[in-house]
């Protein structure tokens, strides 16, 4: 009896372990798709930042 007590208790203690896993890796996934969207803005403002040189440099050559 003391035995099938053991295991449910390991079995309860496993089911909390893999319920505090499963948010964990949510809340990472989450972080993850938050940086790949901060990375993808800092990439389209560096083409921007590119775009505006070129344009500008264009503008300066034609004034001249």
């Given at each position: 009896m003391l035995f099938v007590l053991l295991l449910f208790?390991?079995?309860?203690?496993?089911?909390?372990?893999?319920?505090?896993?499963?948010?964990?890796?949510?809340?990472l996934k989450g972080e993850i798709r938050r940086l790949e969207r901060n990375q993808e803005r800092?990439?389209?403002?560096?083409?921007m930042e590119y775009l505006k040189n070129i344009v500008y440099k264009v503008c300066r050559s034609e004034a001249s």
């Open positions: 208790q390991l079995l309860n203690e496993s089911e909390a372990t893999v319920l505090r896993l499963t948010e964990q890796a949510s809340v800092e990439n389209a403002i560096s083409n």
